[in-house]
């Protein structure tokens, strides 16, 4: 495992795991969770995969060797995932399924003759022509109703339109004279920062000295800080996230998968 290839170097260099974390800037709950491969702890693959290299690059290592490994632990973790996956479901027992009783057809009673089916077709035939008659009554109506004198329609008027007198134009202003003495700008009384997430990543945000936000953050999201004094971000994917401040870009702060620190203060 890649933890222990790394835990073993750490321990050789007589180092401890608050070393690293100051030397790397990654949480010391998450550098103990690297070396016993508890990757569930950790925020996700492609951090994990970044705190392992800048562990590696901390240490002097291999950083390609030490990448190649973590993808073998990967690969492996997920075999046995599908085996134990496969497993289970062999071992699901399928319900048997109820056998429906077919509906008996419908017997006729003995006393059902030829007669009442002709009695039947007799009333249907009558109430066919009720309705026939009924329809063409009406049709004869409305033809009849609908014939005369077409209305005649007159143009509407024309109305007579009087021009209206323009309005007067306002006098020019007189051109502002500039002040002579103009007043310095003054100092700005906070600080306030964008940060846009292009993709996710893990943010610790501290605003004047106080945690406001700790955890993994979608991409797609626009998040807004303010302070007195200032705002401190430390990233866990410093390439998915791009700064603005006072309406203007200042880009990203690092490459995918770099943990980076950045201070904002108040100008």
Not at 131 to 136: F, N, P, V, Y
Not at 159 to 186: G, R
Not at 248 to 266: E, M
Request: hydrophobic share 40%.
């Amino acid at each position: 495992m890649v933890g222990y290839t790394l835990r073993q170097e750490r321990e050789r260099q007589n180092l401890t795991i608050s070393d690293i974390e100051q030397g790397t800037s990654i949480r010391a709950l998450y550098i103990e969770a690297i070396e016993n491969g508890e990757y569930d702890k950790l925020p996700g693959a492609i951090y994990t995969k970044g705190f392992i290299k800048n562990y590696a690059k901390f240490l002097e290592m291999d950083v390609d060797a030490v990448a190649k490994e973590f993808a073998n632990d990967m690969a492996e973790l997920s075999a046995e995932a599908e085996a134990e996956a496969a497993k289970a479901a062999a071992e699901e027992v399928a319900p048997v399924p109820e056998k429906k009783s077919e509906p008996k057809p419908e017997k006729k009673s003995v006393g059902y003759s030829i007669q009442e089916e002709s009695r039947s077709s007799f009333k249907f035939i009558v109430a066919a022509v009720v309705l026939i008659a009924a329809l063409a009554g009406g049709a004869w109506s409305w033809l009849s109703s609908s014939e005369g004198d077409v209305a005649k329609v007159e143009p509407p008027k024309q109305q007579q339109v009087q021009p209206v007198a323009p309005e007067p134009t306002p006098p020019a202003d007189p051109t502002p004279v500039a002040n002579a003495n103009p007043e310095p700008p003054k100092p700005a009384d906070k600080v306030a920062v964008q940060a846009r997430f292009n993709d996710r990543c893990w943010a610790l945000v501290t605003v004047d000295g106080a945690v406001v936000q700790e955890g993994v953050i979608d991409g797609g999201q626009t998040l807004s800080w303010e302070g007195k004094e200032n705002i401190t971000f430390r990233l866990g994917n410093a390439g998915a996230v791009e700064f603005f401040q006072d309406g203007k870009s200042l880009g990203v702060q690092g490459a995918i998968g770099d943990v980076v620190d950045k201070t904002f203060t108040r100008k």
